[in-house]
């Protein structure tokens, strides 16, 4: 099982920045794909980016140049680094760990974009 736990969330003005994080309760090291996801209000929740054990990236396009997902295996945690925030940009923001066991998420963390 890989417990998720996210945070760095907070009420940002746009234009502003946030990093996220995402600490694992175990080694991510055996975990090949580790992704951001997004949730806005009454949406779907959608895939942001996401990262390979290799540090292979890909990012939806809505994000693309604006958001990097990075990965620090000693420390068992995943990073977004978020720049140039928008309103739309606003949503609960999730964890997610594609392990062979399953696929697990975090409780999330809330961003908020103000114009």
């Known amino acids: 099982q890989v417990q998720l736990v996210e945070s760095g969330g907070g009420l940002v003005q746009a234009g502003g920045s946030l990093r996220l994080s995402c600490a694992a309760g175990?080694?991510?090291?055996?975990?090949?794909?580790m992704a951001w996801y997004r949730q806005a209000p009454g949406k779907q929740r959608e895939w942001v980016a996401d990262?390979?054990?290799?540090?292979?990236?890909s990012y939806a396009d809505s994000v693309k140049g604006r958001f990097t997902i990075s990965r620090d295996n000693a420390k068992n945690t995943v990073y977004l680094e978020m720049s140039s925030l928008k309103p739309e940009d606003t949503a609960v923001y999730y964890c997610?760990?594609?392990?062979?066991?399953?696929?697990?998420w975090g409780q999330g963390t809330q961003v908020t974009v103000s114009s």
């Open positions: 997610n760990a594609d392990h062979f066991t399953g696929i697990y």
């Open positions: 990262i390979t054990n290799g540090g292979s990236t």
């Open positions: 175990r080694s991510i090291d055996s975990i090949n794909f």
